[in-house]
């Protein structure tokens, strides 16, 4: 259970902020994202309890909890949002089982860490020492900051190689049709995520600059959700609400911002989404005419 609990931590901790996306995409735990920052440094501080035997009994507790509580979310997410990736070990496979596997495979750990509490490690030498502890609290301070950093720019993005596709090649050309004589941001998004929320200016942005001709949202979320979201962003384009399968099959974490020219998709920007003002300096051909180039 101990190298269990460290790969899961690990996996989430190299793209906390989608993690924190599944979180919100959950209705009722849209309002707990901080939760998300939390539990790969929970999940590897227990993982090493594990490893290292300390208060096994205590350890075995937290575990089967924490397990019935993953389950108890991956289950409600599954029946009233149609989410089927429960995030677990973030973009690894063991987190792209059917949701059927998933409840067994969450059984089985439920079953060895009860195993552990009823049948406890003997208590080691190392549980009367202090540098285990200190080694622990080490590891939880430095993975606390690295969740933070990931929570804002992710280590490692899942990557959907669309850059260089054609829009009508990709699972958009569904949704979106583009002419090759305009420029166009499609922005994927989730009604409840801060995060999106927090991008939407720079989005608007776009539109109002004329840096592109047309934004584009592509959305999931019922339509009250999304009826809030357009109250509070105000948002200066229109959107597409489609499902959640589709639209995992090219923004499994967002917001994601895709710049389309010429109807092929040339770049793909994350969370924080840059503004116009600052893409220009990278992309100077999409200065529009007349605008200053001291911005």
């Given at each position: 259970?101990?190298?269990?609990?460290?790969?899961?931590?690990?996996?989430?901790?190299?793209?906390?902020?989608?993690?924190?996306?599944?979180?919100?995409?959950?209705?009722?735990?849209?309002?707990?994202?901080?939760?998300?920052?939390?539990i790969p440094p929970f999940e590897i501080a227990l993982g090493i309890f594990f490893l290292l035997f300390?208060?096994?009994?205590?350890t075995a507790l937290a575990s089967v909890i924490s397990l019935l509580v993953f389950t108890f979310v991956y289950l409600f997410a599954y029946f009233t949002s149609g989410l089927t990736d429960c995030g677990c070990f973030g973009g690894l496979a063991l987190s792209k089982m059917?949701?059927?596997?998933?409840?067994?495979?969450?059984?089985?750990?439920?079953?060895?860490?009860?195993?552990?509490?009823?049948?406890?490690?003997?208590?080691?030498?190392?549980?009367?020492?202090?540098?285990?502890?200190?080694?622990?609290?080490?590891?939880?301070?430095?993975t606390l900051v690295l969740s933070g950093i990931s929570s804002i720019k992710p280590f490692v993005h899942q990557s959907n190689n669309f850059v260089?596709?054609?829009?009508?090649?990709?699972?958009?050309?569904?949704?979106?049709?583009?002419?090759?004589?305009?420029?166009?941001?499609?922005?994927?998004?989730?009604t409840t995520c801060p995060y999106c929320l927090n991008s939407i200016e720079n989005v608007k942005a776009y539109a109002r600059t004329h840096t592109v001709d047309r934004v584009i949202g592509i959305t999931i979320g019922s339509k009250k959700d999304f009826d809030n979201f357009e109250e509070v962003a105000v948002p200066n384009f229109s959107s597409i609400i489609i499902?959640?399968?589709?639209?995992?099959?090219?923004?499994?974490?967002?917001?994601?911002?895709?710049?389309?020219?010429?109807?092929?998709?040339?770049?793909?920007?994350?969370?924080?989404?840059?503004?116009?003002?600052?893409?220009?300096?990278?992309?100077?051909?999409?200065?529009?005419?007349?605008?200053p180039k001291s911005y």
């Open positions: 259970m101990g190298v269990i609990f460290i790969v899961s931590g690990f996996s989430k901790l190299l793209n906390v902020q989608n993690f924190i996306g599944y979180i919100t995409s959950v209705r009722i735990f849209d309002k707990f994202f901080f939760v998300g920052f939390l300390l208060h096994s009994r205590k059917p949701p059927a596997l998933i409840v067994v495979r969450n059984a089985v750990f439920l079953f060895l860490s009860g195993y552990v509490f009823f049948k406890p490690v003997p208590k080691p030498k190392l549980q009367n020492k202090r540098w285990p502890y200190y080694s622990v609290g080490a590891m939880l301070t430095i260089g596709k054609k829009v009508s090649e990709t699972p958009f050309g569904s949704y979106v049709h583009t002419s090759p004589d305009s420029t166009y941001i499609i922005y994927a998004y989730h499902s959640k399968g589709d639209f995992e099959k090219f923004a499994p974490s967002v917001p994601r911002v895709f710049i389309v020219r010429k109807n092929i998709i040339t770049d793909v920007l994350y969370f924080p989404v840059t503004g116009p003002y600052v893409y220009w300096r990278s992309h100077p051909d999409m200065r529009p005419a007349g605008m």
